[in-house]
């Protein structure tokens, strides 16, 4: 079973403060990576995709890479209240399957005023 | 531009009855991907389309089936349906598999 974990949470960090999310796949041959936001009661949105290892930066946000180690993270840099929901890590497997999103149960965040 | 569309928004069904959801991706998109989504869990995969042909199917009992349209909108049945099937039921579209993926608002189904 393919499986992509995050931890649950809830983080709570202040505002101004960076925030980190992590998150691990089980797949080795997972080529595409992306971070959703899913404020409650709306359906997710996505905020960054990444496909090669390193950084990437847009806005505030960082999504970091690592397909050595089977791992992919989400900084964000001047946290602010609006920051406040879940954030989904997604994976999908190389080009030859039916490449779904396999989705991790999301890390609730909390920035504090 | 338009996004992902679903209707209906909100749907109240019994046990045992049938329900069929719909989606419109956005325009381009010739992809229609269909999660279910539960309290405190990330979106499960149920199907992907992609140019009217199915693509993948998740671990969903046979009761759930899915088309897509000349149009590219879909459609997503479930038969017989089980308290168990209450959920946020999403359609995210892409212009191939699995690309970047952009989510509808969702059908919020509840089973009695």
């Known amino acids: 079973q393919k499986e992509v974990e995050q931890n649950s949470g809830p983080l709570s960090v202040p505002e101004g403060a960076i925030a980190s999310l992590n998150c691990t796949y089980s797949d080795r041959g997972s080529q595409s990576f992306f971070w959703y936001r899913q404020y409650s009661g709306k359906s997710p949105e996505l905020i960054m995709s990444?496909?090669?290892?390193g950084d990437k930066e847009d806005g505030r946000f960082t999504a970091q890479l690592n397909k050595a180690s089977q791992y992919v993270s989400l900084l964000i840099r001047d946290s602010q209240p609006s920051d406040s929901a879940t954030y989904l890590c997604?994976?999908?497997?190389?080009?030859?399957?039916?490449?779904?999103?396999?989705f991790g149960s999301g890390t609730q965040l909390t920035v504090l005023p | 531009d338009a996004g992902v569309t679903q209707s209906p928004t909100h749907l109240i069904k019994t046990r045992g009855q049938h329900v069929t959801l719909r989606c419109s991706p956005i325009s381009g998109h010739k992809s229609v991907s269909w999660y279910q989504q539960v309290l405190g869990q990330g979106p499960q995969f149920i199907f992907q389309?992609?140019?009217?042909?199915?693509?993948g199917r998740g671990n969903f009992p046979d009761r759930f089936s899915a088309r897509q349209f000349p149009n590219y909108s879909s459609e997503l049945n479930v038969n017989a349906l089980l308290l168990g099937d209450s959920a946020l039921y999403l359609c995210a579209s892409s212009y191939d598999p699995p690309g970047e993926q952009y989510f509808g608002p969702g059908t919020r189904l509840t089973v009695t």
């Open positions: 997604a994976v999908a497997p190389p080009s030859g399957s039916a490449r779904q999103l396999t």
């Open positions: 389309y992609y140019e009217k042909e199915e693509r």
């Open positions: 990444i496909y090669s290892n």
